[in-house]
């Protein structure tokens, strides 16, 4: 079993910045890529970020050049560097990883709980 807890979020003001945090742990053998998505209310879930486990990332176009992802393997952990951010940022972010739990296995997605995001105008 493997859990993902996402932390960092919270109320900031437009053009403000925030750091996301998402921490893996639990029957872990090795994880591949990583991301982060978010969902605002009544609006279906998108993907924001991935960063791939030599370090390559992707992101939706709406963040780019605002957002960073990076991770750090040792600690099984991915972030997420909000700067500059928008009203329509607001937003639960949910953490993603695929994660392998034993060598005998293939990967899996895993989900964290999500972490509330607003930005105020």
């Known amino acids: 079993q493997v859990q993902l807890v996402e932390s960092g979020g919270g109320l900031v003001q437009a053009g403000g910045s925030l750091r996301l945090f998402c921490a893996a742990s639990?029957?872990?053998?090795?994880?591949?890529?990583m991301g982060w998505y978010r969902q605002a209310p009544g609006k279906q879930r998108e993907s924001v970020a991935a960063?791939?486990?030599?370090?390559?990332?992707s992101y939706v176009d709406s963040v780019k050049g605002r957002f960073t992802i990076s991770r750090d393997n040792a600690k099984n952990t991915v972030y997420l560097q909000m700067n500059s951010l928008k009203p329509e940022d607001t937003a639960v972010y949910y953490c993603?990883?695929?994660?392998?739990?034993?060598?005998?296995?293939?990967?899996?997605?895993?989900w964290g709980r999500g972490t509330q995001v607003t930005v105020s105008s």
């Open positions: 993603r990883a695929d994660v392998r739990t034993s060598p005998s296995l293939g990967y899996s997605g895993y």
């Open positions: 960063i791939s486990s030599g370090g390559s990332t």
């Open positions: 639990g029957s872990i053998f090795s994880i591949n890529s």
